[in-house]
């Protein structure tokens, strides 16, 4: 059973945790959007490459996050990862062992701090714009 991808809904929850307003992402996008056109662009299903494209050059995410990641599909990995005694076996028939190469906490560090130095241009970038009005 193959799930399809809701690359709207994928946009949502990107832009939600980086603390990115949907009026902001609309700033960003340029003056032809406005916040109730994010909103119907996150409940689209499939979005155009191009816009995706843009998206994510504004958000600093992949265009295959967009695409790819399922929230189902994650949550399932999650969740048989921790449930199982031998945190690092996966349930699945295909057991494999994870053993990064990287501190996984560095790295939460590293994306926290890409994610505050983001909103700090943001709130710079919405700070200007008032100053123009």
Do not use: C
């Not at 991808?5 to 609309?26: V, W, Y």
């Not at 921790?82 to 590293?110: G, L, Q, R, Y």
């Not at 994610?115 to 970038?125: C, G, N, R, T, V």
Request: no cysteine.
């Amino acid at each position: 059973m193959e799930t399809k991808i809701h690359q709207g809904r994928n946009i949502k929850r990107f832009r939600e945790m980086l603390g990115i307003k949907q009026e902001a992402l609309a700033y960003e996008l340029g003056e032809e959007w406005n916040q109730k056109k994010i909103s119907l662009l996150e409940q689209k299903e499939e979005v155009d490459t191009p816009l995706l494209e843009q998206i994510s050059q504004v958000l600093h995410i992949p265009v295959e996050a967009f695409k790819n990641f399922d929230e189902e599909q994650a949550i399932n990995v999650i969740s048989n990862t921790i449930n199982n005694n031998d945190h690092a076996t996966m349930t699945n028939p295909a057991v494999f062992n994870f053993h990064p190469s990287f501190n996984p906490i560095d790295k939460m560090v590293e994306l926290y701090e890409r994610m505050l130095e983001q909103q700090k241009e943001m709130i710079e970038k919405l700070e200007k714009l008032i100053d123009k009005k």
